[in-house]
């Protein structure tokens, strides 16, 4: 479990070390750092390898990612494995992160060469959460209704408006803290990084309101054309 309101780590008291789930798993729904940083190292101990060097090899190196560009520091060992923060601590220039939304844009292709199976990818850019999903008191954002694996989506909140409903429903981005912000649009086949070291950062509410101008007036400007 998590404990971001009580705890100025924003952390739980478990971190790197499953506990016992506060609820009957499916029947909540809560976005914090830990969540993320155990199913890393639930990750570790099934492959037996560095997520740093995995991804290099897979991911950053076959898209051309220099290793100056992109760094993922370690902050833990598993089982001997050197381990980063699964949750964040990466460092990374916008033309590099652009080139991951365009690997996703391309649905994985790069080149020629399939790095990422497009089915897979087509499960992590659907929602995951249903709208209809009661959420934890420890949630950090409410992402019901617009969340897949580690993607935010435009998709129907539990209010019942769409995350951005000016924008194509078929976007799908990232999050980062400081207001880093990485958009894929398959509609309008563009890729858009916003970089940023805003503390404190916008609220989500803030966020989504404020995009949701933004990549509408990016429309119009097609139409305008």
């Known amino acids: 479990g998590g404990t ?5 780590e924003d952390g739980s008291d478990t971190p790197r070390d499953p506990a016992a ?15 993320v940083n155990v199913s890393g190292i639930v990750w570790t101990r099934i492959t037996r390898t560095s997520a740093y060097s995995f991804f290099r090899s897979r991911i950053s190196d076959p898209i051309g990612i220099p290793a100056d560009k ?14 980063p923060n699964y949750a ?3 460092e990374i220039t916008a033309r590099e992160c652009a080139r991951i939304g365009h690997l996703f844009l391309n649905r994985g292709n790069w080149d020629g060469r399939q790095l990422i199976s497009k089915s897979w990818l ?14 934890s008191y420890y949630s950090a954002a409410d992402c019901r209704g617009m969340h897949g694996y580690h993607w935010w989506l435009n998709g129907t909140r539990p209010s019942g408006r769409r995350t951005f409903p000016d924008v194509p429903y078929d976007l799908f981005f990232t999050v980062g803290t400081g207001h880093n912000m990485l958009f894929v649009i398959p509609e309008w086949d563009m890729v858009i990084v916003r970089l940023g070291t805003d503390f ?4 989500v509410e803030q966020r989504l309101s404020f995009w949701n101008t933004v990549l509408a007036m990016i429309g119009e400007s097609f139409t305008a054309l």
Do not use: C, M
């Open 200 to 203: 404190p950062p916008p609220t």
């Open 88 to 90: 964040g601590g990466v």
């Open 4 to 8: 971001y309101h009580t705890d100025k």
């Open 21 to 35: 789930p506060h609820y009957a798993p499916g029947t909540r729904y809560g976005y914090w750092d830990d969540a």
């Open 70 to 83: 992109f760094s993922w520091p370690t902050e833990w060992v598993v089982d001997g494995i050197e381990q």
């Open 122 to 135: 087509d499960v992590a850019t659907t929602n995951q959460v249903p709208a209809s999903l009661h959420e």
